[in-house]
DNA sequence: GAATTCCCCTG
DNA sequence: CAGGTGATATTG
């Protein structure tokens, strides 16, 4: 039943070696405890220890998990992940949550300030207080440069309570007044308003095109809309909504994008949504090279490929849950009929009060891109004829209480759209991987859901049925490709396959071969 | 830095 | 099972 054989297992587990973790577990007798292979508490004898390949078998032959080591925590949980991770994290925190304390950092790790404080010295040498001091200054800074907001803003928007901290740091840590450092800026001033223009710079060179065509063949009308040079959504950040216009300026490779907020603390959230919705900090070289190691032959890499991500963790397992074994085009065409079906209610629905504000404030800003569920539309700016309204994607809870009778697809997959709600509903912050609990949600899914929403370069969608005809597709044009060699950055490698696949580039395959 | 918790061994 | 050891994570 294992499938490793015993000398190899023994090393493993006296070394603690981490590559083991998980292929398989330590019941010690002497305890009935058992571990996994990395676990740091005493080594038990080998005479007291039998080898288990999961968590199951190891229970039901009487033995309970490991409290240190958490035997039983799914794989890739903070449980699972323990220590090690912690700092990582309380870093993230800092970085997304410039507006809270230290104290409320360390509270969402599970952990108390004092320990917080000691981890982070230990693993960083700085004290969470001053890397947070300079992550507010900088994004500070990065505002003062690249928008016209006034200071008082600024400061809330780096998390600072009003413009006099701000100042007072500032002056401390760069020498310079946040309105010095504004005066090296060429931006002119734009109107008093809660939309905020930021232009966001990318690596040359970027295929816009093919992002912009993956995000058209997949646009749900009510939450986006992908224009020939810009796109416009409404993004869910925590309990508010941020709407924005990205618009592309190749000539400057970058974008200037608009973000129409509720709190200016969401800005920070936003930009870097819209960074890894665009995938701006990609480094297309790396990616151009790993293709060409892959076995792609150069004249069908598209060099600057992007990785069009999808922020909303829940968003992203719809799509990939409607999009089972179905065409883009018919999934797409559902999850619209789902967007506007449960819309209708949404405004009444939300429970917080920065909805309506949010709603307000858009009735007058944001002149030339779209509205949010207000009465008044507004034109958008791409010559486009029909006015449009944008809303906020579909919650889980609106998905977990609706009827879905009214979509066109199996019975089973409704039911999986459902209980994922529900599971969502319960465990918003779950990893992915738990989502494999969930009938009818498999690796693909997670492979998937992981690739577009979390930054992960490195997923190969080996299974995916696209991808295999067009492997085969290209060897008998004796193209073969080894996945293994575009890592760490194969999921640029499942799109460029997935590009090729749609037949833009086929006629050329045959020129070219 | 002490105290607590946890694991494993021995008798 | 009780008593003792060593080690780690975490707290006040």
Redesign the pocket.
């Known amino acids: 039943m294992l499938n490793l054989p015993l000398c190899i297992m023994q090393k493993a587990r006296l070394a603690r070696d981490a590559r083991f973790d998980g292929l398989f577990f ?1 019941g ?4 009935s ?1 058992f ?1 996994r292979t990395i ?7 080998e005479k ?2 039998t080898y288990y390949e999961n968590p199951i078998a190891a229970m039901n032959n009487g033995f309970r ?4 080591c958490r035997p039983d925590s799914a794989p890739g949980s903070y449980a699972w992940k ?2 090690e991770t ?1 700092v990582e994290r309380g870093v993230k925190l800092i970085n997304v949550h410039l507006s809270l304390n230290i104290n409320e950092i360390a509270d969402k790790l ?3 300030t ?3 404080n ?2 982070f010295e230990q693993h960083l040498h700085v004290s969470p207080k001053r890397y947070q001091l300079l992550t507010r200054l900088l994004f500070a800074k990065q505002l003062l440069h690249e928008s016209c907001l006034p200071i008082e803003q600024v400061a809330q928007a780096s998390g600072f309570n009003a413009a006099k901290p701000l100042q007072h740091h500032m002056k401390v840590t760069t020498g310079l007044t946040p309105s010095q450092i504004r005066r090296f800026t060429t931006l002119k001033s734009q109107a008093k308003s809660t939309n905020v223009t930021v232009y966001l710079c990318y690596r040359p060179p970027y295929q816009w095109q093919h992002i912009r065509d993956f995000y058209k063949l997949r646009e749900i009308g009510a939450n986006e809309k992908i224009g020939e040079n810009s796109i416009c959504k409404v993004l869910r950040l925590g309990d508010s909504h941020v709407l924005f216009n990205a618009l592309h300026q190749s000539q400057n490779n970058r974008f200037e994008v608009t973000f129409s907020l509720v709190d200016l603390r969401l800005l920070k959230g936003s930009i870097a949504a819209v960074k890894k919705m665009l995938d701006l900090n990609c480094e297309p070289e790396a990616i151009y090279d790993s293709l060409v190691d892959a076995g792609l032959p150069s004249s069908l890499i598209l060099n600057g490929l992007r990785l069009p991500g999808v922020i909303d963790k829940f968003e992203a397992g719809c799509r990939a849950i409607v999009g089972q074994q179905v065409t883009v085009k018919a999934a797409i065409g559902q999850l619209n009929l789902l967007q506007n079906t449960l819309n209708t209610k949404q405004v009444l629905e939300c429970d917080n009060a920065s909805t309506e504000l949010f709603v307000a404030q858009q009735k007058c800003h944001l002149k030339g891109a779209y509205t949010l569920n207000s009465e008044c539309h507004i034109k958008s700016n791409e010559a486009q004829s029909t006015p449009s309204v944008l809303n906020v994607f579909v919650s889980p809870k609106q998905v977990a209480q609706a009827d879905l009778s009214f979509l066109k697809m199996p019975q089973a997959r409704k039911n999986t759209l459902k209980a994922f709600a529900q599971f969502m509903l319960e465990k918003p912050q779950a990893c992915i991987e738990e989502w494999l609990n969930i009938k009818g949600i498999g690796m693909w899914t997670v492979n998937y859901v992981t690739m577009r929403s979390s930054e992960s370069p490195d997923i190969f969608l080996a299974t995916d049925l696209v991808i295999k005809n067009q492997i085969k597709k290209l060897a008998e044009q004796e193209i073969n490709i080894t996945q293994e060699a575009a890592a760490p950055w194969r999921s640029y490698l499942t799109l460029s396959l997935w590009h090729l696949s749609s037949g833009i580039l086929n006629t050329k395959i045959n020129k070219v071969s």
Do not use: D, E, H, W
């Open positions: 330590i010690v007798k002497s305890t405890i571990c676990c740091k508490a005493r080594m038990p004898q007291n220890v998990p490991c409290l240190m323990g220590v912690t599970g952990i108390s004092r320990y917080f000691k981890l």
